[in-house]
């Protein structure tokens, strides 16, 4: 492996790690709104932390899920749930804050989901999808968990813009371009429509 | 490979490419009665048409799954839920119409299941579970993403209708009948029960 | 394969089996109360047994899973859930019985899950977490077909039974104890728990 090889895994792995912990304390603050119990914020920060990956990688038959190998990825989401369990009350989080965290977890799914499925030798095309599902697999996961319509489906620049990071990605790979380069401008692509998406009230036409 | 193996799977891919845009056709007119944005459309496009051979491909360890190859499938349910989006509102599909074409659609994902399966080498009684899941594994995708019930498990003939078709295809081709007759026999079965099903308001019993 | 290793495999597969029969019948119950039909107990019967060894083997990466080997296991399922079908009306289960049988299911499906996943070369945490996917998965896609938020992640040691269960026979195994002390301790770990915690009202506490 050479060492351009082994940055792009570094790359991937630390990116996963951070979205991870950022989604997970986003999850079991809904688990908490929600009224579930200890148990069940542990789980909604697992799987909004885990779900999209984990699809990834059964998609993709690349098992066990990277998830489950090792500890550092369940410890993570883990310890960030409890995090939100523990101080959902007393530690008040600027909506920005979180908001903007989330755009850039989003982005960083995004862009490593994408990239994995090409490295894997997937299509570009489904790729693309690959990368989408990795960003926004988990918060579906908790949404149906919770009996509701995922958000995704109805409202928001949020899906679309992991569809647009995912799809840069992939096109600027597939042209040749630095793997580093490619996720810099796939990853800036999905942060910036997201928060564009927000502040200007953006939304996808629905069916007349 | 013989040049009936060849013929069988292409048979297989036919029948799979078909009954993708009848179902995505489908799951996006729902999706559009649902009020869900473009991209909430073609994601139910998406899971209707590939929902049931993808739980297929992953049950049965062949990843990525066929829907993922290529850009053939995905491209295809993508057109049709596309379509669907942008003239829901101004084409109007006779209901019988659709009703004919999602029977043949159950029946055509019916048989290419439960024989991708046998083919595969899973038990027989699994594989007719497989040809059911391949049939009605979509919708009850869909149906679960939009926080309902699954229809296929309340009313109707339809799950059974798969159910019956895959198990003559199961047992024709274990009893050594030429796999296009198997097929005929098995999607024949599936199709005119399902026309009968509706035509007679047949119910599957409930307890007492 | 040495005699004790061909004796753990006949353990799991017992156990598992026991444990099928008895949660699809609860599963089935719990169908025919929803008012589903003939073919919805069936499914429901069959998610509720299968559902969390088939989410377990799917993320092992052992496909097919082992509920689709053979005629053994769907024939167990599907003739409690029919059994459960039929007579429904007409047999009455002792609530605490069923409540029993299910504490014995929970405790069976936990170890015999988690020491598959640890057979299989799973990490420690990893094994633990899937032990209680074995254990609570069927329930919790049951729940989720009927559009219901999980019971697990609301209220009840019931998870977390499993959970404990799932534990003490990882950390048994990891310190060396032979497998049928190992399986035993975690066995009557979750089954006690479970007990317990619904005859002392026991809840985990909801976040303040």
């Known amino acids: 492996m050479s060492s351009s090889e ?14 991870t912990a950022v989604f997970a304390f986003e999850g079991a603050l809904i688990a908490v709104a929600a009224h ?31 998830a489950l190998r090792g500890w550092v990825y369940p410890g993570t989401a883990l310890a960030a749930g409890a995090f939100a369990f523990a101080f959902a009350s007393s530690v008040h989080v600027p909506p920005k804050l979180l908001l903007t965290l989330d755009a850039a977890g989003l982005a960083l799914f995004a862009i490593a989901g994408a990239d994995k499925a090409l490295e894997a030798g997937v299509y570009p095309l489904s790729a693309t999808m690959l990368g989408t599902i990795t960003a926004v ?15 995704i489906l109805r409202a928001d620049i949020y899906a679309t ?15 040749g371009v630095p793997v580093t380069i490619a996720a810099l401008g796939g990853g800036l692509t999905c942060f910036a429509l997201r928060l564009l998406g927000v502040w200007q009230h953006w939304q996808l036409p629905g069916a007349s």
Chains 1, 2, 3 share one sequence.
Do not use: E, K, N, W
């Open 161 to 175: 813009a992991a569809l647009a990071g995912s799809a840069v990605l992939v096109i600027c790979r597939r042209a």
């Open 6 to 19: 082994r940055a792009v895994q570094r790359l991937i792995y630390v990116t996963d790690l951070g979205g």
């Open 36 to 66: 579930l119990d200890l148990f069940g914020v542990l789980v909604l920060a697992c799987c909004t932390a885990f779900g999209g990956g984990v699809i990834r990688d059964v998609l993709m038959g690349q098992l066990p899920p990277s």
């Open 137 to 151: 697999g988990g918060g579906t996961l908790r949404d149906v968990l919770l009996a509701q319509v995922p958000g």
